[in-house]
Each structure stands twice: as C-alpha cells, then as structure tokens.
C-alpha cells in the first residue's frame, strides 16, 4: 500500500474546481480491519515524532480541518491524535463567535489559539469560516459591525483571501508548520449519515435541524470552498483534498499527510553541551554511590 500526499494536493496557482476531484478512492486494503491496523502504525509514528517535536522545540504543526457538515472532522481528530501527549497536543473547535470575537477582526479568536513551537495544535473549522459560512450567509457580517465603507469594497473576499494568506506566510517565517485538509464530502454520502444519525441513539445528539438548512445551501457552498482553495493554497500552506466518502481511507490519507509534513521537518532531540555532559555523568555517579 502507497499513499502520495501529493496525489491530493492541488497545484499552486491553479484554479480549485471541486467537481473535478473525487469523494471516493480506491481501497488502499482489503478490509476495514487492516485499515485501521495500519493507521494505527501511522499514528505510533506519530506519536514517535511528537515527542522529537516537543524536545527540539524548533516548530509548531497546525492541522486545520474543514469540510462539509458530516465529512468526519471530529473522527478524523479522534483516531489520528487519540495517542499523542495531550501536552503536547491541543484541539479548538469554532462556532459562532461570541460577542468579544465579533469585536476584533475575524483573524483575531483563532490567532489566540495558535500552537506554540513544540506543539500540534488542531482546528476543527478555522478562520476559513470567514469566506465561507459568511459568504453563503452574507448577513452574518452585520454582527461584525463593520465599517460601512468596508463591507461596500468590490475587493472584499479576495481582500480576506489576502489577509489569510498574509497570516500564513507570517506563521511559516516564524516557525508554524499549516496543514490544512479539505474533507471532500458527497451530498449522497451526508444525506446517509445524516439518516444514520437520526436512527442511531448514541449519535442523534449530533444531529441539528440546522445542518438540513445548510444542505439546502450545498452548491453555494461548494462554490465557496473552490473559491477560497483556489486562493489560499499556496506552498507555505498547500491544501489538500481528500476524499472522504469512505471514513477508513479518508483517515489513512490524512494520516500519511500528517505524519509524512512532520516527518520532513529537520529536527532532533537537543544535544547537551561538553560541560553540560560532565555535570550529568557526576550526577549518574552520585546517585549511583546512593
């Protein structure tokens, strides 16, 4: 089995367009069960490199999610992170913003949870839903109390567009490592677990009136992500657009990302000076004549 992390990362500078992209791939293995005992090795080789990431302190991960209400956001996180250092990892999950982030500019409620050098830092939905949910629903920015004249520039979109492309290029000169993952949903495949759901007990509680309201807004909204994709994918941030359709494969692609972007970072575990080496072997000997 082979995963390319480039296979679902378009290219810089081209344009996004959604429906040219698959929900769906190919089974990587025969059955579920090897599925998940291969993304458990990704996820102990990742957990391998966290503790590298930590002791280095050189860099930080962002892992932002995205994707269509159902594509498995939560899942995602659950099975690709459940075994690393919750020292080491934090997880932020954006929804409406209160009435203290609508004061601030939309870059301002996530660039307080920004990870640390030697920490993942993951974003269940992130500034994105500021060219996205907000350009579906165009009259949410009337809590935003802009500025009249601000709302009124032709530029508006790519304006926000430039702002988070600016933000990521700040980030990467200072360190943070963005991996942002599309999950590329099917409207078939929601309306099937939106049904599940619904018929399951355990899960029912995760269904809301208002993700059938939002389905009505599908093509809208598939027209936002490809605009937003198309402008912020750059090489200090690429996207990638994983098919989603099938939760197994879904969560190896994104594992195999992850773990090959940390993978690539030139770190190692701190080397202690010549000095710094004498004092600890003078400890090891006092604690040896204990």
């Known amino acids: 089995m082979k995963i390319n992390p480039?296979?679902?990362?378009?290219?810089?500078?081209?344009?996004?367009?959604?429906?040219?992209?698959?929900?769906?791939?190919?089974?990587?293995?025969?059955?579920?069960?090897?599925?998940?005992?291969?993304?458990?090795?990704?996820?102990?080789?990742?957990?391998?490199?966290?503790?590298?990431?930590?002791?280095?302190?050189?860099?930080?991960?962002?892992?932002?999610?995205?994707?269509?209400?159902?594509?498995?956001?939560?899942?995602?996180?659950?099975?690709?992170?459940?075994?690393?250092?919750?020292q080491g990892c934090e997880v932020f999950e954006f929804k409406?913003?209160?009435?203290?982030?609508?004061?601030?500019?939309?870059?301002?409620?996530?660039?307080?949870?920004?990870?640390?050098?030697?920490?993942?830092?993951?974003?269940?939905?992130?500034?994105?839903?500021?060219?996205?949910?907000?350009?579906?629903?165009?009259?949410?920015?009337?809590?935003?109390?802009?500025?009249?004249?601000?709302?009124?520039?032709?530029?508006?979109?790519?304006?926000?567009?430039?702002?988070?492309?600016?933000?990521?290029?700040?980030?990467?000169?200072n360190g943070t490592r963005i991996i942002k993952i599309f999950l590329h949903l099917s409207k078939a495949e929601q309306k099937r677990r939106f049904i599940a759901r619904i018929e399951d007990p355990a899960k029912r509680w995760k269904f809301s009136s208002a993700d059938i309201h939002e389905r009505g807004y599908w093509q809208q909204y598939v027209k936002a992500y490809s605009d937003a994709l198309s402008a912020t994918n750059t090489r200090a941030a690429p996207w990638y657009i994983v098919p989603a359709d099938h939760k197994e494969s879904s969560r190896l692609i994104v594992s195999q990302i992850v773990l090959s972007r940390v993978a690539d970072l030139a770190m190692s575990y701190p080397q202690p000076s010549a000095s710094a080496r004498l004092q600890l072997r003078s400890i090891v000997r006092q604690l040896n004549r204990e």
């Open 96 to 173: 409406s913003p209160s009435t203290e982030e609508l004061k601030h500019d939309f870059l301002w409620r996530t660039t307080c949870r920004l990870p640390e050098r030697g920490r993942i830092g993951i974003f269940n939905r992130s500034y994105y839903e500021e060219v996205l949910i907000v350009r579906v629903h165009s009259s949410i920015l009337d809590g935003q109390n802009l500025p009249q004249d601000c709302r009124d520039d032709r530029q508006f979109w790519q304006d926000r567009y430039r702002s988070i492309n600016d933000l990521e290029r700040h980030l990467y000169k």
């Open 6 to 86: 480039a296979d679902y990362r378009p290219r810089p500078g081209q344009p996004v367009d959604l429906a040219q992209w698959p929900t769906t791939v190919a089974k990587f293995l025969e059955s579920d069960a090897k599925c998940q005992k291969t993304l458990k090795e990704h996820v102990d080789a990742l957990i391998a490199r966290q503790e590298i990431l930590a002791a280095s302190g050189r860099y930080a991960v962002l892992l932002i999610l995205q994707g269509m209400d159902a594509a498995g956001k939560d899942g995602t996180i659950q099975h690709i992170l459940s075994g690393v250092d919750p």
